[in-house]
């Protein structure tokens, strides 16, 4: 955040937090939404879930684990980010 922008306070009723604004393209704010109402919640809920399971992942790999994905079939994939 530069200067001239106005520092947005946190939610006091949530200590160690920092309001940020963001700009995301239709399709992931649809995707919010829709998360939003299959599991009763904010959007601001969805979006803190997704970059938590973002950073677990992060994490684990950045500790040299390797993510598997299982299909259907009982096969597995390995998937790779970035």
Do not use: C, W
Request: hydrophobic share 35%.
């Amino acid at each position: 955040m530069s200067e001239s922008e106005p520092s947005i306070p946190a939610n006091p009723k949530a200590p160690n937090t920092k309001r940020v604004l963001v700009d995301l393209p239709e399709e992931l704010v649809t995707y919010l939404e829709r998360a939003a109402r299959a599991n009763n919640s904010s959007m601001a809920t969805e979006l803190q879930r997704s970059i938590a399971t973002n950073k677990y992942f992060d994490d684990h790999e950045a500790a040299g684990a390797k993510l598997l994905l299982e299909t259907r079939d009982g096969k597995f994939l390995k998937v790779t980010r970035r």
